[in-house]
Every structure is written in structure tokens, then in C-alpha cells.
């Protein structure tokens, strides 16, 4: 068995790799991972390394190896121990779409990680497994799920993204990006289709998830859902963003 698909899926009855040389294990993988997590969490992906984790058990980046191997595999373990999904799973469209959201605004390098880039852990996959079962439930065309399931994942992303960014901004930062929107006189003019556009808020802060809640709708509809879909899983049920 591959070491790092073994530390993966440690919870899920693989066995961890142990050492055949040297001391008896001294850390925790669940605890190195929730240090690098919180690392990322407040500095950034690129404050994270081998090195800088391992600092924080007085270790030596050397020494961390043996539990989570390269950075590569320290990234992806990360990747997958920061998102596990949610219990109860969610139950419809826009509750799944909401709990991805939560889980990107609180780790916002998540978006960072190329998809190219897979975790190939199981929390990964409890995502995929639990948005495939919601379209199964309501009936969706097995020939529209794979369009519908890239949708759901890049909206999703792209708002959280852009709410993330959002957080950091100041009412200077506001002020100047509305003398940059006013200093074209004729601006209307030149485009008068995007500057009529409606938006979905009132608050250019709840603007990301709400514009998530209505591309949702409107996937919903491309599908052929109705918003009042009394089945099992469908969209009935409107949730908010949480916390």
C-alpha cells in the first residue's frame, strides 16, 4: 500500500505506516495537520512547509517525513483533512452548495489547490458521493450529472473566493473603488447593458452567496427542477449561510 494513501484514508480502516527504523511514532498525524491547517488558516498557503510545521513541535522538518511524507503529500492530507462533510450530509442543492461555500470561506486556500491537484481522500469523495446521491434523488438525467456536478463545484469556489477576498477589504477600499466606478462620465453610455444589470443584493458584502443561491436556481431550472420539489433531497428547503 502507498504510505501517503494510507495516512488518506487512516480513518477509514488503513493502516498508518510506521517507521522500521528509528524512535516509536511521537506525534500525531491529526494534530501535525490541524497545526499546518491553522497555519494556513491565518498566513497563507505559501507560509506552509515541512519546516515551518515541524517548528512547532520542536521538531526538524526531517523528522516530520515519516508521518506525512513530501509537501506535496503534506498539502493534499491538508487538502482533505480541512473538508470533511458535514453531518447530516445535505440534503438538497442549495444545503449542499451552502456547506461547500462555509468550508472555503473558513479555509480560503482550499481555492488555491489546482483541481489538478486531487486529494484522492475520502472526505474528498464524500463530497462527490453526497452531490451525485441529491441529483440520483431528483431524478436528473445520468447524462447531465457530470455537467451539473463541474457547475456546482466552480460556482461554488468562485463566490467563496471572491467572498474570502471580500473579508479584507476597508471602507477606503470601498470609497476608492466607487470614485473608479464614477470616473468615467460617459460609462453608462458605452455600457449601458452591464451597468442596468439588477444586482442580487442590496450588500455588495452578501453579494457572492447570494449570486451562489441564484446560479443554483438557475441550474435547478436548466434541470428541469422545480423550486417547490416536494421529493426527497429536492430544493424545497432554503438554508442560509451559516455562522
Known amino acids: ?144 450529472r457530470a455537467p451539473a456536478v463541474t457547475m456546482l463545484y466552480a460556482t461554488t469556489r468562485a463566490t467563496a473566493q471572491t467572498a474570502a477576498a471580500y473579508q479584507h477589504l476597508t471602507a477606503a477600499d470601498e470609497e476608492a473603488w466607487v470614485a473608479r466606478a464614477t470616473a468615467i462620465p460617459d460609462f453608462a453610455e458605452r455600457y449601458p447593458l452591464s451597468t442596468a444589470l439588477p444586482p442580487v443584493t442590496a450588500d455588495w458584502r452578501e453579494a457572492p452567496f447570494a449570486g451562489l443561491m441564484a446560479a443554483v436556481d438557475v441550474l435547478a431550472a436548466g434541470l428541469g427542477l422545480s423550486p417547490d420539489d416536494p421529493r426527497p433531497g429536492g430544493s424545497a428547503a432554503r438554508p442560509g449561510p451559516q455562522g
Open 1 to 144: 500500500m502507498d504510505p501517503h494513501l494510507a495516512r488518506l484514508w487512516r480513518h477509514r480502516g488503513l493502516t498508518l505506516p510506521t517507521p522500521r527504523r528509528g524512535p516509536r511514532q511521537q506525534l500525531d498525524l491529526d494534530d501535525i495537520l490541524d497545526t499546518a491547517i491553522a497555519i494556513a488558516d491565518t498566513s497563507g498557503l505559501d507560509a506552509v512547509s515541512t519546516r515551518a510545521v515541524a517548528a512547532r513541535f520542536d521538531k526538524t522538518a526531517m523528522a516530520l517525513y515519516p508521518y506525512v511524507g513530501d509537501k506535496e503529500n503534506l498539502l493534499a492530507l491538508m487538502q482533505d483533512h480541512a473538508a470533511p462533510l458535514p453531518a447530516p450530509a445535505p440534503g438538497d442543492l442549495r444545503a449542499w452548495a451552502t456547506a461547500l461555500y462555509e468550508v472555503y470561506l473558513a479555509h480560503p486556500w482550499l481555492t488555491e489547490r489546482s483541481w489538478a491537484r486531487s486529494s484522492q481522500g475520502p472526505n474528498e469523495q464524500d463530497w462527490m458521493e453526497s452531490l451525485l446521491g441529491i441529483l440520483d434523488r431528483l431524478g436528473v438525467d445520468p447524462v447531465m
